[in-house]
């Protein structure tokens, strides 16, 4: 992940983690619910403030997460103290590493923060911590009015532009079947942002 991207992350969690909180992210938790067999072991990719972590450990499944800022997994900690031994500092996409493999895993908006090249290598390492006919849903913005030609933001963080076929091509190439597409409007009703939420099998 861009060293930028991971400083405003870093430099900004205990306010980014207040608005995490209070965005509405309904749609998705339903769809992490209807993707996911009960009491699978999960991962989370890019966890922020540990909203969904803690969300899905409630509704019985065993989940541990990750996040490229120390910060965010500080705050997330401060907010969520029963998470504080299932949290863990990783930077995408070398860091990608576990002695074990996962049922599912899920990352939601943060893959899009990845260069092609860290995307693809992060989808391949993704697909290999699944076990067979595992799923993985993740969740980009597919749409953004708030970049610059080169895919920056005014607050320096980098988001990947790729078309709806350019990300299913992708995730097609490191060996995953699609299961389900869907676009939605933007959960901190911020207009000219759109997001894909992609589930995948291995």
């Not at 209807?34 to 009491?39: A, E, M, P």
């Not at 989370?44 to 997994?73: H, P, Q």
């Not at 079947?177 to 099998?201: C, F, P, Y």
């Amino acid at each position: 992940m861009k060293i930028n991207t991971i400083n405003y992350y870093e430099e900004n969690a205990s306010t980014l983690v207040e608005r995490y909180e209070s965005a509405d992210v309904n749609n998705v938790q339903n769809l992490l619910l209807k993707t996911f067999d009960i009491n699978s072991k999960l991962l989370e990719i890019g966890c922020g403030s540990g909203r969904d972590t803690l969300f899905m450990i409630k509704s019985n499944y065993n989940v541990i997460a990750i996040d490229g800022s120390k910060n965010m997994i500080e705050e997330a900690k401060k907010i969520h103290p029963e998470l504080k031994e299932r949290l863990f500092h990783k930077i995408l996409p070398n860091d990608l590493e576990f002695d074990n493999k996962f049922d599912g895993i899920y990352s939601i908006s943060t893959l899009m923060h990845l260069s092609k090249d860290a995307l693809r290598k992060t989808l391949s390492k993704v697909y290999n911590l699944l076990n067979q006919n595992g799923k993985f849903l993740m969740s980009v913005s597919l749409f953004r009015d708030d970049i610059d030609k080169d895919g920056f933001d005014n607050k320096g963080r980098f988001f990947l532009s790729l078309s709806f076929e350019e990300w299913i091509k992708i995730c097609e190439e490191v060996g995953f079947s699609i299961v389900k597409t869907k676009r939605n409007k933007d959960g901190l009703d911020r207009s000219g942002i759109e997001w894909l939420t992609l589930v995948l099998e291995k």
